[in-house]
């Protein structure tokens, strides 16, 4: 990160700094979930909106069509739906004592955390439907691995 930058804008002096972009809806209401649920900070209110939480940062913005550095294509929030291509995976210290709290703030998750094997996770979702995966690293600090999903041919968690 570039030192110079009190802002805490994500903008590396040198190397790759890696941000998560979502597409929004309400910048507001996004901008609101990310600071109370996760702690963050806002480093920029709009345009985009960038959110620091622990050691990344997300950047919200609404959707729009195409631009000249991305022709043919258009952003927009994702629908609600049971298929997902990416998630923000969040890893915490002590997933029992944040999914209370997170709850307690108005969190919405799927269900209460699950111990499998390997970690402790439960997921939940932001206001734009965005499916966000809170995980406690357990038995995989010991080489204990998660159950394959069922009908997977693989050894992946």
């Known amino acids: ?33 990310y600071t109370d649920i996760f702690g963050g900070y806002v480093v920029q209110e709009e345009n985009p909106c960038v959110v620091q939480v622990a050691n990344s940062w997300v950047i919200m913005n609404p959707g729009g069509g195409p631009t000249p550095d991305k022709p043919g294509i258009s ?53 734009d439907d965005y499916l966000i995966e809170i995980g406690q690293a357990t038995g995989i600090l010991r080489g204990v691995y998660a159950d394959p999903p069922a009908g997977s041919t693989g050894d992946q968690p």
Request: with cysteine.
């Open 1 to 33: 990160m570039n030192a110079d930058n009190s802002a805490g804008f994500p903008a590396p002096d040198q190397g790759v700094l890696v941000t998560q972009f979502l597409t929004v809806t309400d910048v507001a209401r996004s901008r609101a979930f």
């Open 75 to 127: 952003l927009s929030p994702p629908r609600p739906e049971n298929s997902v291509s990416a998630f923000l995976n969040v890893r915490v210290a002590d997933i029992a004592a944040f999914y209370e709290q997170a709850r307690q703030q108005g969190a919405q998750f799927l269900t209460e955390p699950i111990d499998r094997k390997a970690e402790i996770r439960c997921y939940m979702r932001d206001p």
